[in-house]
Each structure stands twice: as structure tokens, then as C-alpha cells.
């Protein structure tokens, strides 16, 4: 099994679990400086951190049950992956080529049972100077790439055309929840972001009535999304979200 499961740093941990469970999150998991938020499809965790240079940052990170297969098959594919001990257990670091490192964890299975917004996926967005390079470690790591494409009313997974020549954002999607947009970039950093299949309006809505400001838009794609501001502020250290975290529309997709 794979998750998306990015971790955001922020000395704003109060504030973090008012608008993610406003945006229809559930928490599964409370440590007083770690905190989980289950979405209908994918997993962020929020992490304490002190005013200071690292305040607001966001880093890539993924769940999996069985850490040393993962590492042998992401190895056997052609990506670094090492075992690494982080403060919270075993883990393993996968390094991409272009230089985004990112830890892949054991999944948490002590985690409590949710009643998230099922319409409502994490999408972390990762930019990245060499889009080629990135979007090949994502396929080695076990995700898929996701296609506009529809057939016969069924989703289905597919192996990713590497000619990614004049393609500026690649989805992709993994097995147990969440998604992942990599798309080129002046500099490279990792976003919150997610997706919303229920409608923006609904959400909208959902947020004005528990205090939450919001507007919709369109994106550089041409699709809707709706604009929340982000409680680290414009001045975060991540920058990527333009003080906003978006929650895109979601489209019909083959993966």
C-alpha cells in the first residue's frame, strides 16, 4: 500500500485544525506537537514547530505498510532508497535526483476510524526544476499517473508516457489515497494542497458558516479552484501557495 501523507511545519497548530476540520478532515491522530488529519482519500500531518526560518514549510512524505518492500522495489526501479531512523521510528528516505528528499513512513494503523468528507482528497503539489526527473520517481515509488482520459465509465490504472515534452503538471495518484501534482518550476518546494469532488460551492459554504473566508478562481489549467487563506500567512516559509491553500475541482480521471 502507498498514502500521500505530506507533513506541514507550523507554529500555528490551533489554528491548522480549526480550517482542516472545517474543510471536512477528521483527526486521527493527536500527539500535542503531531497531529493527523484523514481526508475521504489520503492523510496530512501537522507538525509543531516554532516561529523561526522553518515556520510554515511543507515537506513531501507518503505512508506505507511494508517499509522494507517498498525500498527494495523503489531501489529495483531505478530510485535511491535507504532506511532511515527518524524521531518517530523507522523510516525510509528516498532521495530523487534533482535533489528532493522525502520520507516514506510505516503506515499508522492505530489510527482512529473518521467520518472525513469522503468527496475531499489531500493533493500535495510538488515543484521541481526537472519535472521529467520527479515525475519518474513518483512512478518508482508505486504511484500512477493519472489521464484525462475516460473509458468505458471506469478508472483504471496505467504505466505513464515519458514524453513529458511541453507537459508543464503531472497528477498522479497512489493506491491508498491522495494525490500528487508535479509540475516545473523556477524554484523547487512542496505545497498543501487538495481536491474536491462535491462541489466548490458546497465547501465555500461550508467554510463561511464556521468563519472561514474563501473565493473561488481559475487556475493556470483553466479549472476552478477555490482559494483559502493560508493561517501561516503570504510570508510562510514554503511561499508556494501564494498565502492561499487550494482546493481544485475535481475532474473526471483515468489512472
Given at each position: 500500500?502507498l498514502r500521500?501523507?505530506?507533513?506541514?511545519?507550523?507554529?500555528?497548530?490551533?489554528?491548522?485544525?480549526?480550517?482542516?476540520?472545517?474543510?471536512?478532515?477528521?483527526?486521527?491522530?493527536?500527539?500535542?506537537?503531531?497531529?493527523?488529519?484523514?481526508?475521504?482519500?489520503?492523510?496530512?500531518?501537522?507538525?509543531?514547530?516554532?516561529?523561526?526560518?522553518?515556520?510554515?514549510?511543507?515537506?513531501?512524505?507518503?505512508?506505507?505498510?511494508?517499509?522494507?518492500?517498498?525500498?527494495?522495489?523503489?531501489?529495483?526501479?531505478?530510485?535511491?532508497?535507504?532506511?532511515?531512523?527518524?524521531?518517530?521510528?523507522?523510516?525510509?528516505?528516498?532521495?530523487?535526483?534533482?535533489?528532493?528528499?522525502?520520507?516514506?513512513?510505516?503506515?499508522?494503523?492505530?489510527?482512529?476510524?473518521?467520518?472525513?468528507?469522503?468527496?475531499?482528497?489531500?493533493?500535495?503539489?510538488?515543484?521541481t526544476t526537472?519535472?521529467?526527473?520527479?515525475?519518474?520517481?513518483?512512478?518508482?515509488?508505486?504511484?500512477?499517473?493519472?489521464?484525462?482520459?475516460?473509458?468505458?465509465?471506469?478508472?483504471?490504472?496505467?504505466?505513464?508516457?515519458?514524453?513529458?515534452?511541453?507537459v508543464g503538471?503531472?497528477?498522479?495518484?497512489?493506491?491508498?489515497?491522495?494525490?500528487?501534482?508535479?509540475?516545473?518550476?523556477?524554484?523547487?518546494?512542496?505545497?498543501?494542497?487538495?481536491?474536491?469532488?462535491?462541489?466548490?460551492?458546497?465547501?465555500?459554504?461550508?467554510?463561511?458558516?464556521?468563519?472561514?473566508?474563501?473565493?473561488?478562481?481559475?487556475?493556470?489549467?483553466?479549472?476552478?479552484?477555490?482559494?483559502?487563506?493560508?493561517?501561516?500567512?503570504?510570508?510562510?516559509?514554503?511561499?508556494?501557495?501564494?498565502?492561499?491553500?487550494?482546493?481544485?475541482?475535481?475532474?473526471?480521471?483515468?489512472?
Amino acid at each position: 500500500m502507498l498514502r500521500v501523507r505530506p507533513v506541514h511545519y507550523t507554529s500555528r497548530m490551533h489554528e491548522y485544525k480549526e480550517l482542516l476540520t472545517a474543510l471536512g478532515l477528521a483527526v486521527t491522530a493527536d500527539y500535542e506537537t503531531w497531529m493527523e488529519f484523514d481526508a475521504g482519500h489520503g492523510r496530512l500531518a501537522v507538525h509543531a514547530m516554532p516561529a523561526g526560518p522553518d515556520d510554515g514549510v511543507t515537506s513531501l512524505g507518503f505512508e506505507a505498510r511494508d517499509l522494507e518492500e517498498f525500498r527494495r522495489r523503489t531501489e529495483e526501479a531505478g530510485t535511491r532508497a535507504e532506511p532511515f531512523s527518524a524521531d518517530h521510528g523507522g523510516s525510509v528516505k528516498v532521495t530523487s535526483p534533482e535533489g528532493t528528499v522525502f520520507l516514506v513512513d510505516r503506515a499508522n494503523e492505530a489510527a482512529e476510524p473518521h467520518d472525513a468528507d469522503p468527496s475531499l482528497t489531500v493533493a500535495a503539489v510538488w515543484t521541481t526544476t526537472e519535472l521529467p526527473t520527479a515525475a519518474k520517481v513518483l512512478a518508482d515509488i508505486g504511484a500512477r499517473r493519472r489521464s484525462p482520459a475516460r473509458t468505458g465509465g471506469q478508472t483504471e490504472f496505467s504505466q505513464a508516457d515519458w514524453d513529458l515534452t511541453d507537459v508543464g503538471r503531472v497528477d498522479f495518484a497512489t493506491k491508498n489515497g491522495g494525490i500528487i501534482t508535479v509540475q516545473q518550476g523556477a524554484a523547487a518546494g512542496i505545497a498543501i494542497g487538495f481536491e474536491y469532488d462535491g462541489g466548490l460551492e458546497v465547501l465555500r459554504d461550508r467554510l463561511a458558516s464556521a468563519g472561514f473566508q474563501s473565493r473561488l478562481a481559475e487556475d493556470d489549467a483553466g479549472g476552478r479552484v477555490l482559494l483559502v487563506p493560508d493561517p501561516d500567512g503570504s510570508d510562510s516559509a514554503s511561499g508556494a501557495g501564494g498565502g492561499n491553500i487550494r482546493i481544485r475541482e475535481a475532474t473526471v480521471h483515468q489512472v
